[in-house]
């Protein structure tokens, strides 16, 4: 009987390390960022604090989660993409209810003209954080690539609303109207 008992204790720790905890809530401190992004006095200083955000978006639910971030994204920086990849897909296997494991699959995919891929890690994240603006910028442009320009445009301007310092913003065909 203790052996049984002992047996079925075994498994837990390694089950245990398979559950990845819920990322960190930083929704109150990414909306008071935004705030501070839509009222920024200048492009240097809405681009500064727009780069704020990756802080709260790369912060990731545990060690493990953070490495496999940090490794995905290192190896997509030297251009091994197929590296990259397979290092998110461990991640989003992991912690699929962290929306930056999917973004940053996506990102990879995109590099790799895997556009359909793309979006559908994209439409994941999104679901997931729909304030990501990154997120949706990168949607947009994936979308730009796949010939769908009307649904492209209604995207990126979402994006920029949220985030109106963003590089893409140029890609508006009309530009929105801000009190920037």
């Known amino acids: 009987m203790i052996r049984v008992a002992l047996l079925c ?21 990414i909306a008071e960022l935004y705030d501070r992004i ?14 704020d955000l990756w802080a709260f978006w790369t912060d990731a639910p545990d060690d493990r989660a953070q490495g496999l971030l940090d490794m995905g994204m290192e190896r997509r920086q030297i251009g091994n993409l197929t590296g990259s990849y397979e290092v998110l897909t461990q991640l989003v296997e992991y912690c699929p209810d962290y929306a930056e494991g999917w973004n940053q699959r996506a990102f990879t995919s995109y590099l790799a003209g895997r556009h359909g891929e793309a979006l559908t890690d994209l439409d994941r994240a999104l679901a997931l954080d ?33 985030n109106p310092w963003m590089n893409e913003r140029h890609l508006l065909e009309t530009p929105i109207e801000l009190d920037l």
């Open 9 to 29: 204790l075994l498994p837990l720790p390694a089950l245990a390390q398979d559950i990845c905890p819920p990322a960190p809530d930083h929704r109150a401190a």
């Open 38 to 51: 839509q009222g920024a006095p200048s492009e240097a200083v809405g681009q500064r604090l727009s780069g």
């Open 130 to 162: 729909p304030t990501h603006s990154a997120a949706l910028s990168g949607k947009a442009l994936t979308l730009m690539w796949l010939g769908r320009r009307t649904e492209a445009q209604e995207v990126l301007r979402e994006a920029v609303r949220l």
